[in-house]
């Protein structure tokens, strides 16, 4: 965390980020929440991240030396593995904004099918088009999801 003479406009939000138990021998995606209260409840989930949709957004700002990235790595590297990261915003809007829809891999719900019992399942995921993930449904049948191409909902400047 930075602390300047501008911290005193500025909020400090709590990043909870914690490794989702391994699926078959794939570990799991990474779970976002962002402590909106100060402490006072416990944090809200923003959705859930691939590793490559949090390098990304770790990567983006300064706000994080090396050593605090490589304690993220080392904290999920841990099946149920968490951490908390804290940044400094000028408000909560600023802050849920860039973990919520970065550019590349904005957290947009991801919807799917149970090939053997039909279940529907949704999950908001941030992740790249292409990315995949295990999820195993209810019935115990375990599937490989795929993160969809951006429908036309979220690209409404796009070409159809
Ligand atoms: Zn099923």
Not at 6 to 17: D, E, N, Q, W, Y
Not at 126 to 140: I, N, P, Q, V, Y
């Amino acid at each position: 965390m930075i602390s300047s003479a501008v911290a005193s406009v500025r909020k400090t939000f709590a990043i909870v980020l914690a490794r989702l138990p391994r699926i078959a021998d794939m570990p799991g995606l990474i779970s976002l929440k962002v402590d909106t209260t100060e402490g006072v409840k416990a944090p809200a989930r923003v959705g859930t991240l691939t590793d490559a949709a949090l390098r990304s957004r770790l990567g983006h700002f300064d706000a994080h030396s090396a050593n605090e990235i490589a304690a993220v790595r080392k904290a999920l590297a841990i099946d149920s593995g968490e951490i908390i990261l804290y940044e400094s915003w000028p408000g909560l809007a600023g802050c849920l904004q860039f973990w919520h829809s970065f550019i590349g891999s904005q957290i947009r719900p991801v919807e799917w099918t149970c090939e053997k019992c039909g279940a529907p399942a949704r999950e908001s995921i941030g992740g790249s088009t292409g990315e995949t993930f295990l999820r195993r449904c209810a019935c115990g049948q375990v599937m490989r999801i795929t993160i969809p191409r951006y429908g036309w909902a979220e690209t409404p400047a796009a070409q159809r």
